[in-house]
């Protein structure tokens, strides 16, 4: 049990850095200084496209990462 969840948590590891390396930063160029409000106030479109899903991968995997933390602490123990 404790082999296959330190190989699933190395994988995780792994997915999660992919993943964190493949979003963009918040400050992606000087147009998000200039027009930053207008796109937060009236454009959701970024929710929705590849930044949302990238986000959304990188919560549950954050959140697989902690309980398999958890679990291997548990066992440990």
């Known amino acids: 049990m404790y082999g296959v969840l330190a190989t699933l ?5 792994i ?3 992919a993943v964190v390396l493949l979003q963009q ?6 147009s998000g ?3 930053g409000g207008a796109e937060h106030l009236f454009g959701k479109q970024k929710a929705r496209g590849m930044d949302g899903i ?3 991968i990188t919560v549950i995997l954050g959140i ?6 958890f679990l291997l602490g548990y ?3």
């Open 33 to 35: 200084a200039i027009s």
């Open 54 to 56: 990238l986000h959304r």
């Open 75 to 77: 066992i440990v123990q």
């Open 64 to 69: 697989l990462f902690m309980v398999i933390t």
């Open 9 to 13: 948590l190395f994988l995780n590891t």
């Open 15 to 17: 997915a999660l850095i």
């Open 25 to 30: 930063g918040k400050s992606a160029g000087l």
